[in-house]
């Protein structure tokens, strides 16, 4: 069973309610009265945890129907990895992986697409062929991403990223300039025009162990913005930490734990690898929080 968008009891204490108007994107509205799941489609050789696995156009989309099937709200898709270690990718040679691929999406998948770029020049090519959203996992180090995204009118997300903005501080203080960064970047979207921003906490992104655990516990604190929170913890190289375990595909329950907690904590949106999984735990989730029956006394 898929959660309808009322499956999740309105709940201010977990930040997923927000007051503001319902945001239409692509052919859905979205009103963020449940998590919604961003399924993570790469097609790149390099990427850390699925780097290959699509090589052509339509292995990319028969993984991105299946993936709607399993439950996917959104279909981010990816030409670059963002990791610091990986070969520099050129943005012709990005947009020449992705061009293809989003021909087919764009046509046939009825979810909204997004289009994880730093390029700007992606960004624009990207919005003409049918892209929905920009994730811009950079943390807006190209203004002009931002104004992409305005004169497109779709969402921007914006991610808070230590190996693009090197951190100035750790512990609580890293929180403090996490905060203080997400001040200056609203700020600057805003001034360019883009009208709905989604932060992205950066979970993985040049954090430590305990900076990641740590934004975690502490997600709370970016309700101040009332902005949509993105969170992606989805096989990562922390949850390796945590468990011991160094092949990311085999981090399936370290992944479902931590993005349970995130939306516990209240993320609006998810972005993971394993959609069905995910899905499944979401939806046990909601049964429970809806369930109102009685219980059979001894």
Known sequence: MIPTLNSFPPSPESGRILPTPIWRVGSQDWAFRRPLIMG???????????????????????????????GADIIDVGGASSHPKAPHTSPLEEWNRLAPVIALLAGEIAVPLSLDTQHPSVAEAGLERG???????????????????????????????NFAIPKQASGLSFLSDMLAFFDERIDEAENVGVDHLILDPGYGFGKTLEENMLLLRNLPMLRRFNRPVLV??????????????AVPHRRLGASLASTLYAVAQGAHLV????????????STWAAIERFRGEIPQD
């Open 40 to 70: 993570v489609l790469n097609v790149t050789p390099d990427s850390f945890s699925d780097g290959g696995a699509y090589p052509t156009p339509e292995r990319a989309l028969e993984r991105a129907r299946e993936m709607v099937r399993e």
């Open 131 to 161: 892209i929905h959203i920009i994730n811009d996992v950079s943390g807006l180090s190209r203004l002009d991403v931002a104004r992409v995204a305005a004169q497109g009118r779709v969402p921007l997300v914006i991610t808070y990223n």
């Open 232 to 245: 992606c913890t989805s096989r990562k190289g922390s949850l390796g930490a945590l468990t011991g375990e």
């Open 271 to 282: 972005r993971v690898h394993d959609v069905r999984d995910c899905r499944q735990a979401l």
